[in-house]
């Protein structure tokens, strides 16, 4: 894996992650090689929209558990992991035209990449005319962030989106 030092020398602003994900520095090395391993053209980003190291590690610093017996500074930035953060990244997983606003086709088009080959059409029409129907609550034909969270608020996210990946 290398040495923590020559890693970290690499990486710009390694405090800045540190402080912004809460990932420590053997995290950081390990998240790094996994990312070199990713990087095919050694250019530091990844493709499909090219995302560098520090998208990468923002995003996995996402699915990490929250630390409930820490003393937190009341006037420090929301965690990256925190159950807010978490239900905006999966938001944002759906609202595709990022207009605030999950719509009936962006739904469809979401749940037809997920489930495609597990039900037919006609299901896949009545998923997602159940969803909105049941958390669209101001009628508008779409869910907002609010509604959105509001319907997942009795769903544990620590156990649905928390990784424990660095051991």
Do not use: W
């Not at 998208?55 to 807010?84: G, H, M, Q, Y």
């Amino acid at each position: 894996m290398g040495s923590y030092s020559s890693h970290l020398s690499k990486i710009e602003d390694v405090q800045g992650i540190i402080q912004e994900t809460g990932f420590t520095k053997a995290h950081i090395c390990r998240l790094y090689d996994r990312f070199e391993e990713l990087d095919k053209n050694n250019k530091g980003t990844l493709r499909r929209q090219t995302l560098d190291f520090r998208s990468f590690i923002r995003i996995l610093a996402c699915f990490r558990p929250t630390v409930k017996d820490k003393t937190t500074d009341p006037n420090a930035p929301e965690p990256i992991n925190s159950r807010t953060n978490k239900l905006r990244f999966a938001f944002q997983l759906y609202d595709l035209d990022g207009d605030g606003k999950i719509s009936r086709e962006e739904l469809l088009q979401v749940l037809r990449m997920m489930l495609e080959a597990q039900v037919t059409d006609d299901q896949l029409e009545s998923i997602t005319d159940r969803t909105i129907q049941e958390a669209d609550l101001d009628g508008d034909g779409a869910i907002s962030f609010e509604e959105f969270r509001k319907s997942l608020e009795n769903i544990n996210l620590e156990h649905k989106m928390s990784i424990r990946f660095l051991q």
